[in-house]
């Protein structure tokens, strides 16, 4: 082709076009992460957030978080201030000399207690001017004072610390003196992230190789052994995968409720149960798999019946091994579904820990209690690992959706 | 895998020549079908070739799995439910023939998974169908007999027969219960000390006793205290009679409310009135038509779908939805497919470099999990704190209301679906103009055509015809996208004049899950009627999809 000045503009052109694209694309993403890792479940804060935070990420692994929040009380005209730091009590004079006594709020397992003390000057809107050097307080077992270094003020459960904070004059511009000085508060996982990605791997997982097995014999059928009614029965099995659980969620529900009665892995409220009800997504598969079939030549599977191989050998020993991609393609498709299925999972599953993601996770975001953080700490943890796994099987993915079907 | 016990079958066969039974077969088998179907491969059933300690061990899993299939038929059986029973059997005779049988031995591959698809998807079809016959809802939960035992057992306290004083005394936290009967002064005691915190019925029993349990009696307040769990006591007296609170500090025996009388009609013992079931409203009624709770699941014809069609409470709304189902899938589709073929175009032109890596970037939103995007979008989007606002109001000073205006939700549930949809279109049209000729576009080029010509002129006319099918399958994907308008909008905000509640951007399949697991009415019967003309729709798409589609297996596609 021959190439114009115009070319070179055009390429640029879709450059351009593309990377704008993607920023709108990539945008949200990141702004998951950050959410993730900001203070509190604030929505309002810059992409990079001002003042981080790993709580939300030792609730994701349901590990508790011990934390300081900032406090402050102001000290103009005041003779002696007292206030609680979650380690205990400090006195705090107009000199600027304090004490803490120590009587930490938290048990043992909680500690390390963490909290700091310094001067700082604000405005008459509250902003800040200028602040003094903190000094920082370390609560642990008296053991373990040998671990911390001298740029922090030691004290042990039940002892007692003071010190001196150096008062400079007022800065132009300030209005308040005050003495600013971190709380310390433990907050506790409250939902088992963790066995809900557990769950969602062993649903999704047992699903899918399940989808496999029905829908790679029923294929082998449908594509190579002939018999009565077959193509009836792919125009009913194409017509029939159209109809989304969604729409008979009530009948369902009832079903499963009815069949618990009699059969206990059948019941509500159990994965099995999930499980069961999520092969109804079989038909869909079994496209898939026709396709791929048909495009093997049959003349292997002819010359081994010829020399007397069943044809359930002729499937396992010799098709089967010649369709490997549509199987990786058939079990990433559902996996991923399935893991990303809500509407039975929420009406089957009611119990907090046996939920999976799609549900556990909505339960971060209520009406009125809404935790963004913990939510984006739960999101990336959990969102993370199915995004790799697709993009590195994206390739077979682009070849067996253009021969196959729908994502469901 | 069964080659050595194919050859012990008989010394005399070499491997290549089949039993006579599998040659047989083969030669019924082949002349019918095998012609007509070129891929199909020549039938050996499998005991053909198999050891008779294989096939024993076959029927033996086949007999046992029958085994426990009967098994539940009788756990059915003997709960009532003779129709589970019956399909059950049904299901195990079919397992059972085809397993053995010879004859079946192709439906062995397909029967598996065609019973999951019988029970998950046409049964519950079929059920929902039915539901939307009867009022199964909320107030009529229960059928007729059990409506009547409700009734049979409720219980009524005379006045003025036999009073028992009521005393209680404490045992630690918990309380025993002493009752003086006032015709005799005969006392008696509970046998357990219970705590009294109950909110739901227990019954104790008594013990006739000569004294008063050697603990300190509670002071009389206590049984105000305690009056909400007294209600909730049953006594039982050795002689079986039932007592129940009457008075603040006295129990009485209790008699049942209702007798049947004349026909299926009850008549409360109290006062006399007769109640009598009305079948078509589902309720037990007094003469004067006072309904009784709890009403009871009775047939009503198509009043389900005439109330959808004419009540102008449930039409009005049922139309907007439809109409934003349809526009919201239209839309979807189309915008998906433009930007999916725009950006296929792009990247798989040969001049722009990296274009793996933008191929990667760009099917990330098709790989994060949707039930995190969408609630991505629902932050930004927050009328007061979300990032979009911000920036709008920084920018432009306004600061749109996403929640409440109709328009603007519906507005931002179309880009964010487009936001989630886009790659599925893109990757489709990647692997299809991979297939376009590149010859094509020399000609074309040397023609001297340009690229928006190249592109109405090729590139589309090539690609409509295989996306067809897959545009209206999407199409029929996002006629029943709940998840999305779930977790984003919850339907919201609510249409003003609708009743039962509908919202304005609701699809017809969020509707119906709103009218059956939203609100106080649970109304199934209704919410099955929307699933009705639901499945219709989906029905008239699905015949589309076959008409474009050319159902054809067992030849190969080149």
Same mark, same amino acid.
């Given at each position: 082709?021959?190439?114009?000045?115009?070319?070179?503009? *055009?390429?640029?052109?879709?450059?351009?076009?593309?990377?704008?694209?993607?920023?709108?694309?990539?945008?949200?993403?990141?702004?998951?992460?950050?959410?993730?890792?900001?203070?509190?479940?604030?929505?309002?804060?810059?992409?990079?957030?001002?003042?981080?935070?790993?709580?939300?990420?030792?609730?994701?692994?349901?590990?508790?978080?011990?934390?300081?929040?900032?406090?402050?009380?102001?000290?103009?005209?005041?003779?002696?201030?007292?206030?609680?730091?979650?380690?205990?009590?400090?006195?705090?004079?107009?000199?600027?000399?304090?004490?803490?006594?120590?009587?930490?709020?938290?048990?043992?397992?909680?500690?390390?207690?963490?909290?700091?003390?310094?001067?700082?000057?604000?405005?008459?809107?509250?902003?800040?001017?200028?602040?003094?050097?903190?000094? *920082?307080?370390?609560?642990?077992?008296?053991?373990?004072?040998?671990?911390?270094?001298?740029? &922090?003020?030691?004290?042990?459960?039940?002892?007692?610390?003071?010190? *001196?904070?150096?008062?400079?004059?007022?800065?132009?511009?300030?209005?308040?003196?005050?003495?600013?000085?971190?709380?310390?508060?433990?907050?506790?996982?409250?939902?088992?992230?963790?066995?809900?990605?557990?769950?969602?791997?062993?649903?999704?997982?047992?699903?899918?190789?399940?989808?496999?097995?029905?829908?790679?014999?029923?294929?082998?059928?449908?594509?190579?052994?002939?018999? *009565?009614?077959?193509?009836?029965?792919?125009?009913?099995?194409?017509? &029939?995968?159209?109809?989304?659980?969604?729409?008979?969620?009530?009948?369902?529900?009832?079903?499963?409720?009815?069949?618990?009665?009699?059969?206990?892995?059948?019941?509500?409220?159990?994965?099995?149960?999930?499980?069961?009800?999520?092969?109804?997504?079989?038909?869909?598969?079994?496209?898939?798999?026709?396709?791929?079939?048909?495009?093997?030549?049959?003349?292997?599977?002819?010359?081994?019946?010829?020399?007397?191989?069943?044809?359930?050998?002729?499937?396992?020993?010799?098709?089967?091994?010649?369709? &490997?991609?549509?199987?990786?393609?058939?079990?990433?498709?559902?996996?991923?579904?399935?893991?990303?299925?809500?509407?039975?999972?929420?009406?089957?599953?009611?119990?907090?820990?046996?939920?999976?993601?799609?549900?556990?996770?909505?339960?971060?975001?209520?009406?009125?209690?809404?935790?963004?953080?913990?939510?984006?700490?739960?999101?990336?943890?959990?969102?993370?690992?199915?995004?790799?796994?697709?993009?590195?099987?994206?390739?077979?993915?682009?070849?067996?959706?253009?021969?196959?079907? &729908?994502?469901? | 895998?069964?080659?050595?016990?194919?050859?012990?079958?008989?010394?005399?066969?070499?491997?290549? $020549?089949?039993?006579?039974?599998?040659?047989?077969?083969?030669?019924?088998?082949?002349?019918?079908?095998?012609?007509?179907?070129?891929?199909?491969?020549?039938?050996?059933?499998?005991?053909?070739?198999?050891?008779?300690?294989?096939?024993?061990?076959?029927?033996?899993?086949?007999g046992a799995i029958t085994l426990f299939f009967l098994y539940i038929v009788l756990v059915m059986y003997s709960q009532n439910e003779p129709i589970f029973?019956?399909?059950?059997?049904?299901?195990? $005779?079919?397992?059972?023939?085809?397993?053995?049988?010879?004859?079946?031995?192709?439906?062995?591959?397909?029967?598996?998974?065609?019973?999951?698809?019988?029970?998950?998807?046409?049964?519950?079809?079929?059920?929902?169908?039915?539901?939307?016959?009867?009022?199964?809802?909320?107030?009529?939960?229960?059928?007729?007999?059990?409506?009547?035992?409700?009734?049979?057992?409720?219980?009524?306290?005379?006045?003025?027969? !036999?009073?028992?004083?009521?005393?209680?005394?404490?045992?630690?936290?918990?309380?025993?219960?002493?009752?003086?009967?006032?015709?005799?002064?005969?006392?008696?005691?509970?046998?357990?000390?219970?705590?009294?915190?109950?909110?739901?019925?227990?019954?104790?029993?008594?013990?006739?006793?000569?004294?008063?349990?050697?603990?300190?009696?509670?002071?009389?307040?206590?049984?105000?205290?305690?009056?909400?769990?007294?209600?909730?006591?049953?006594?039982?007296?050795?002689?079986?009679?039932?007592?129940?609170?009457?008075?603040?500090?006295?129990?009485?025996?209790?008699?049942?409310?209702?007798?049947?009388?004349?026909? !299926?009609?009850?008549?409360?013992?109290?006062?006399?009135?007769?109640?009598?079931?009305?079948?078509?409203?589902?309720? @037990?009624?007094?003469? !004067?038509?006072?309904?009784?709770?709890?009403?009871?699941?009775?047939?009503?014809?198509?009043?389900?779908?005439?109330?959808?069609?004419?009540?102008?409470?449930?039409?009005?709304?049922?139309?907007?939805? @439809?109409?934003?189902?349809?526009? @919201?899938?239209?839309?979807?589709?189309?915008?998906?497919?433009?930007?999916?073929? %725009?950006?296929?175009?792009?990247?798989?032109?040969?001049?722009?470099?990296?274009?793996?890596?933008?191929?990667?970037?760009?099917?990330?939103?098709?790989?994060?999990?949707?039930?995190?995007?969408?609630?991505?979008?629902?932050?930004?989007?927050?009328?007061?704190?979300?990032?979009?606002?911000?920036?709008?109001?920084?920018?432009?000073?306004?600061?749109?209301?996403?929640?409440?205006?109709?328009?603007?939700?519906?507005?931002?549930?179309?880009?964010?679906?487009?936001?989630?949809?886009?790659?599925?279109?893109?990757?489709?049209?990647?692997?299809?103009?991979?297939?376009?000729?590149?010859?094509?576009?020399?000609?074309?080029?040397?023609?001297?055509?340009?690229?928006?010509?190249?592109?109405?002129?090729?590139?589309?006319?090539?690609?409509?015809?295989?996306?067809?099918?897959?545009?209206?399958?999407?199409?029929?994907?996002?006629?029943?996208? @709940?998840?999305?308008?779930?977790?984003?909008?919850?339907?919201?905000?609510?249409?003003?004049?609708?009743?039962?509640?509908?919202?304005? %951007?609701?699809?017809?399949?969020?509707?119906?899950?709103?009218?059956?697991?939203?609100?106080?009415?649970?109304?199934?019967?209704?919410?099955?009627?929307?699933? %009705?003309?639901?499945?219709?729709?989906?029905?008239?798409?699905?015949?589309?999809?076959?008409?474009? %589609?050319?159902?054809?297996?067992?030849?190969?596609?080149?």
């Amino acid at each position: 082709m021959v190439k114009t000045k115009n070319h070179t503009a *055009r390429v640029l052109g879709a450059h351009i076009v593309l990377v704008a694209f993607l920023a709108f694309v990539v945008y949200p993403l990141a702004y998951l992460v950050s959410v993730s890792f900001r203070t509190g479940h604030t929505l309002v804060d810059d992409i990079v957030p001002s003042n981080p935070s790993l709580e939300h990420w030792y609730l994701a692994f349901e590990q508790p978080y011990v934390g300081m929040n900032p406090q402050k009380k102001d000290i103009d005209g005041v003779d002696q201030t007292t206030f609680n730091n979650s380690l205990g009590t400090v006195t705090f004079d107009a000199n600027g000399n304090w004490t803490l006594d120590a009587a930490p709020e938290f048990e043992p397992e909680f500690y390390p207690l963490r909290s700091y003390l310094y001067i700082g000057f604000l405005n008459s809107v509250g902003d800040s001017v200028s602040s003094t050097e903190p000094v *920082r307080i370390v609560l642990d077992e008296a053991a373990k004072a040998d671990d911390y270094g001298k740029d &922090v003020i030691f004290v042990a459960p039940d002892g007692q610390v003071s010190g *001196r904070l150096a008062i400079p004059d007022r800065p132009e511009g300030a209005t308040r003196t005050t003495v600013q000085y971190g709380k310390a508060y433990v907050s506790k996982p409250v939902f088992p992230v963790l066995s809900w990605l557990m769950n969602t791997i062993k649903v999704a997982g047992l699903s899918g190789l399940l989808i496999l097995l029905l829908s790679t014999t029923s294929a082998y059928a449908f594509g190579r052994l002939p018999f *009565r009614g077959k193509s009836g029965l792919l125009k009913t099995l194409l017509v &029939v995968q159209m109809f989304p659980n969604t729409l008979f969620l009530v009948a369902l529900y009832l079903l499963f409720d009815k069949l618990g009665g009699f059969v206990d892995f059948l019941a509500l409220n159990t994965h099995s149960a999930l499980i069961i009800g999520y092969m109804g997504g079989l038909a869909l598969n079994i496209f898939m798999v026709i396709g791929y079939f048909d495009t093997i030549d049959p003349a292997m599977e002819e010359s081994a019946a010829i020399d007397g191989a069943t044809p359930w050998q002729t499937f396992y020993k010799i098709l089967l091994p010649l369709s &490997v991609p549509i199987l990786a393609v058939v079990f990433i498709l559902s996996f991923i579904t399935f893991v990303n299925e809500f509407p039975l999972a929420s009406v089957i599953i009611s119990d907090l820990d046996k939920m999976t993601l799609a549900v556990g996770a909505q339960q971060y975001i209520q009406d009125q209690n809404q935790l963004w953080g913990d939510f984006a700490a739960a999101a990336v943890l959990s969102g993370v690992p199915i995004t790799i796994v697709f993009l590195i099987a994206q390739k077979f993915l682009v070849g067996g959706l253009t021969a196959g079907g &729908v994502k469901g | 895998m069964t080659q050595t016990g194919h050859s012990a079958d008989g010394l005399n066969q070499s491997p290549l $020549t089949p039993s006579k039974p599998a040659k047989l077969f083969k030669a019924i088998f082949n002349r019918g079908n095998f012609m007509a179907n070129p891929n199909a491969i020549p039938m050996v059933p499998q005991s053909a070739t198999q050891s008779p300690l294989k096939r024993w061990l076959q029927r033996g899993i086949v007999g046992a799995i029958t085994l426990f299939f009967l098994y539940i038929v009788l756990v059915m059986y003997s709960q009532n439910e003779p129709i589970f029973a019956l399909v059950t059997l049904l299901f195990a $005779t079919g397992f059972a023939f085809i397993f053995t049988s010879e004859r079946a031995y192709v439906w062995r591959y397909v029967f598996p998974g065609l019973a999951g698809m019988m029970l998950f998807i046409v049964f519950p079809i079929i059920y929902t169908l039915g539901i939307s016959f009867t009022n199964y809802s909320n107030l009529h939960l229960i059928d007729y007999s059990q409506a009547r035992t409700y009734f049979l057992n409720q219980t009524y306290i005379a006045e003025g027969g !036999d009073s028992y004083d009521l005393s209680l005394y404490e045992q630690g936290s918990d309380y025993r219960i002493a009752l003086t009967a006032g015709s005799d002064n005969q006392l008696y005691v509970s046998q357990d000390a219970v705590p009294l915190i109950n909110t739901e019925q227990i019954t104790l029993q008594m013990e006739a006793a000569e004294f008063a349990p050697e603990l300190s009696e509670a002071p009389r307040t206590a049984a105000i205290k305690l009056r909400g769990a007294l209600d909730n006591v049953r006594l039982e007296l050795p002689d079986g009679t039932a007592l129940f609170k009457s008075r603040l500090t006295q129990f009485a025996p209790s008699y049942p409310l209702w007798e049947p009388g004349e026909g !299926d009609t009850l008549v409360n013992q109290q006062d006399g009135t007769v109640i009598s079931p009305n079948y078509e409203t589902g309720y @037990f009624e007094t003469r !004067d038509g006072t309904a009784l709770n709890p009403g009871f699941t009775v047939g009503v014809g198509f009043d389900n779908f005439t109330r959808v069609l004419t009540d102008r409470g449930m039409f009005d709304p049922f139309l907007q939805i @439809f109409t934003w189902t349809m526009s @919201f899938s239209s839309f979807t589709v189309i915008i998906c497919f433009v930007l999916g073929l %725009t950006l296929a175009s792009l990247v798989q032109w040969e001049p722009i470099k990296g274009r793996t890596l933008y191929q990667v970037l760009l099917i990330l939103p098709y790989a994060l999990p949707s039930f995190i995007s969408i609630m991505i979008f629902r932050a930004l989007f927050n009328q007061n704190f979300g990032e979009i606002n911000f920036i709008l109001d920084s920018l432009f000073g306004i600061s749109p209301d996403w929640n409440s205006n109709p328009n603007l939700t519906r507005g931002m549930i179309l880009f964010v679906n487009c936001w989630l949809g886009y790659p599925y279109m893109f990757i489709l049209c990647l692997g299809m103009l991979q297939s376009i000729p590149k010859d094509l576009y020399e000609a074309s080029g040397i023609e001297g055509s340009g690229m928006f010509n190249n592109f109405f002129r090729i590139t589309l006319p090539l690609i409509l015809k295989p996306m067809l099918p897959l545009l209206i399958a999407a199409f029929a994907f996002n006629f029943n996208n @709940f998840v999305l308008i779930e977790l984003l909008t919850k339907g919201g905000p609510i249409m003003i004049g609708s009743n039962p509640p509908a919202g304005e %951007t609701d699809l017809l399949v969020n509707y119906a899950y709103r009218l059956a697991f939203r609100g106080d009415s649970q109304d199934f019967a209704l919410a099955s009627t929307i699933s %009705t003309f639901i499945f219709i729709m989906v029905g008239i798409i699905a015949y589309l999809y076959l008409k474009v %589609t050319k159902v054809e297996v067992g030849r190969k596609r080149s």
